[in-house]
């Protein structure tokens, strides 16, 4: 039987007001024999049979779910799911066509389909919903261990704990393995997000670029309270997709040189750019991947661009595809964390775009339009244009969402990530600020060595394809390696298995283990050698 440790690390995570509630509540509140188990649910949500299907709601509120299986065979696999909106949306095309209501529900799998394969081997799952939506960090940290100690007190036969998650769930899962050894015996964060800090701030400066060159009416950030705040927000989704909507018209119509939207209020020397060389430069210079589920960054179609659409047109394209939700994530996540920390969060006031163009000025030259075109735009974006205002954060409300919990990289599992190269949201700089503290904390002697193992998934070199008149086409399935979490099944069952035969042993897959693993996955590698850029954040 797996003994549940409640450390001081989980105390240390959590709020003030979490922990009054938690200690004083945990011993009598939410017992495991209060569970509703039933084998009708299960086979109903999951088409699992022989399986009983456990639902609960903890003290918190967080409704959860642990499943199973008649034949277990001893390992129970928590899963931490992403980030979800905090708010109810109303119809809004690409971010909720049908509108959206705040979802509480639980997982138990990263899919239904995942699910069910894995009761099927005989594993038992669980997973909370969270009370609490957003960047919930703190609360998904608690919800999962209250799961953990639900489970293993209603089924004693557990032995051995493995946990999961994708995105702020990766992240989540991470932290409640270095914040409480002993609590689970391996963890696989996949498509890994770092920080609110860091993932927003992404977000956030190509966000503001958008509002800058595009449309400075969309307020980005210093949402009011109560309902104008909501309405500010949901407003700013509406200009935000307007936005895009007219760069995407205007690049289809000319992609050599496209027009400038009609609600930019920059000058006429700027717009002289083609505005798709603006586009590209913010992702450039905020870190959006230049890879997108259409555009690979190096296709042409055949004819008289063959050449020049690989290098100064589809990257601006992808930047383009990936961006929309990067900017709609940003509009949401400063509005989230504003109300979270009680204060502007996002922070541009010192930050030097030219230097976070670096090199990357020279790579993508032609689809910057050059080096005169490209110090125009820099120039305007600098904190010395009038024109362009900087963001200047609450150190009270910074310091509050660095209170939720950041990496520290102290491993005492066996670790495995699962990270896409291209991944817009998450990009594989937050997996390598893993590897680096992980690295540091080997060499502090805080960690042993040999138990992260990092699995990268890559798009082809080439995959963009076009129709006979040379318009890319999107493709009906998303691009492996490209988008957000964007793996396939069986990806993601290869990392089950190593995860939970990690759980069992005690020890990470070795190098051997993981090639045989990947072999037929033409989109995985590992290379010890590879360093994926970090975040333009912490360059």
Same mark, same amino acid.
């Given at each position: ?48 049979? %022989? ?18 299986? !008649? ?18 949306? /109303? /119809? ?5 066509? !049908? ?57 004693? !036969?557990? %032995? ?19 914040? +409480? ?33 595009? %449309? ?135 930050? +030097? ?85 992980? !690295? ?16 990268? +998934? ?52 070795? +190098? ?9 996955? /033409? ?17």
């Amino acid at each position: 039987m797996k003994n549940l440790k409640i450390t001081r690390g989980l105390v240390a995570l959590t709020s003030a007001a979490l922990i009054a509630t938690f200690a004083v509540a945990l011993p009598t509140a939410a017992r495991a024999d209060d569970l509703t188990c039933s084998t009708t649910a299960a086979a109903s949500k999951y088409g699992a049979f %022989d399986t009983s299907l456990c639902s609960g709601v903890d003290q918190f509120g967080a409704k959860y779910e642990i499943a199973m299986p !008649k034949k277990f065979n001893g390992t129970f696999i928590v899963y931490s799911h992403g980030i979800r909106k905090n708010t109810n949306l /109303p /119809p809004l095309p690409v971010v909720a066509p !049908k509108g959206y209501v705040v979802d509480n529900s639980p997982q138990i799998a990263p899919t239904d389909e995942i699910a069910l394969s894995l009761l099927k081997q005989g594993f038992a799952l669980g997973g909370s919903g969270v009370q609490t939506q957003g960047w919930n960090l703190q609360e998904q940290v608690l919800a999962t261990t209250i799961v953990i100690d639900q489970a293993i007190t209603k089924f004693p !036969k557990i %032995d051995h704990v493995a946990a999961w998650g994708n995105s702020l769930g990766a992240l989540s899962t991470q932290l409640l393995a270095e914040q +409480n050894p002993g609590l689970v015996d391996a963890v696989a964060p996949m498509c890994l997000a770092e920080s609110a800090l860091a993932e927003f701030t992404m977000a956030g400066d190509f966000l503001w670029g958008v509002k800058t060159l595009f %449309d400075p009416t969309i307020k980005a950030t210093g949402y009011s309270t109560g309902m104008t705040g909501y309405t500010e927000m949901v407003t700013d989704i509406g200009k935000v997709l307007t936005v895009f909507g007219t760069l995407s018209a205007a690049i289809k119509a000319n992609p050599t040189a496209p027009a400038w939207p009609a609600s930019s209020t920059a000058p006429a020397a700027l717009k002289a750019i083609p505005v798709r060389s603006a586009v590209l430069l913010l992702g450039l210079i905020s870190g959006i991947s230049t890879q997108s589920s259409t555009f690979d960054s190096s296709s042409g179609p055949k004819g008289p661009l063959e050449t020049s659409f690989g290098l100064a047109i589809s990257p601006a394209l992808a930047v383009l595809e990936n961006g929309a939700e990067a900017a709609v994530l940003a509009v949401v996540g400063n509005y989230d964390m504003e109300l979270r920390a009680g204060g502007v969060v996002f922070d541009n006031s010192k930050t +030097n775009y030219a230097a976070r163009l670096g090199d990357d000025g020279d790579i993508y030259a032609a689809g910057l339009t050059g080096k005169t075109a490209t110090a125009g735009m820099l120039g305007y974006l600098s904190a010395l244009n009038p024109a362009a205002p900087r963001v200047t954060a609450d150190p009270n409300a910074v310091a509050r969402i660095k209170a939720l919990g950041e990496i520290e990289g102290t491993i005492t599992v066996p670790t495995i990530t699962m990270t896409a190269t291209a991944d817009h949201v998450t990009p594989p700089g937050a997996t390598q600020y893993l590897i680096n503290k992980y !690295k540091a904390s080997v060499a502090n002697k805080q960690s042993k060595p040999g138990l992260l193992v990092n699995i990268w +998934n890559k798009p082809a070199d080439e995959y963009t394809t076009f129709d006979a008149a040379g318009v890319p086409q999107t493709p009906a399935t998303p691009t492996n390696g490209t988008q957000h979490c964007n793996y396939t099944e069986s990806q993601v069952m290869l990392v089950a298995k190593l995860l939970t035969d990690a759980a069992k042993s005690g020890n990470a897959p070795t +190098n051997k283990t993981v090639l045989a693993a990947i072999k037929r996955q /033409p989109r995985l590698f590992v290379d010890p050698n590879y360093v994926a850029p970090l975040f333009k954040y912490r360059q």
